[in-house]
């Protein structure tokens, strides 16, 4: 069965920096796509950074701040976040997909204060 873990949430303060992780476990197969989404208090589900083979594409609020970086030998991604906003408030989910099936992780609060 397909786990993934986060880890790196927590409360900073504005204009500070967080550095999330996500390591799968327990897939037979390699993860062709990894990103990470968030979800707001009181809004929907948001992609915020995706890598896709050789591509990466970032929500237009986090460009410039955010970066996301994979290991691929480890299954893992990551998500350098820094010149963090208040708006960048909320619970951060890590995805990927193996052979068209997306797994998601339990999600990881981050919380930045003004």
């Known amino acids: 069965q397909v786990q993934l873990v986060e880890s790196g949430g927590g409360l900073v303060q504005a204009g500070g920096s967080l550095r999330l992780s996500c390591a799968a476990s327990?897939?037979?197969?390699?993860?062709?796509?990894m990103g990470w989404h968030r979800q707001a208090p009181g809004k929907q589900r948001e992609p915020v950074a995706v890598?896709?083979?050789?591509?990466?594409n970032y929500a237009e609020s986090v460009k410039g701040r955010f970066t996301i970086s994979r290991d691929n030998a480890k299954n893992t991604v990551y998500l350098q976040m820094n010149s963090l906003k208040p708006e960048d408030t909320g619970v951060y989910y890590c995805?990927?997909?193996?052979?068209?099936?997306?797994?998601w992780g339990q999600g990881t609060q981050v919380t930045v204060s003004s």
């Open positions: 327990g897939s037979a197969f390699s993860f062709y796509v």
């Open positions: 890598s896709s083979g050789g591509s990466t």
């Open positions: 995805m990927m997909v193996a052979r068209g099936k997306p797994y």
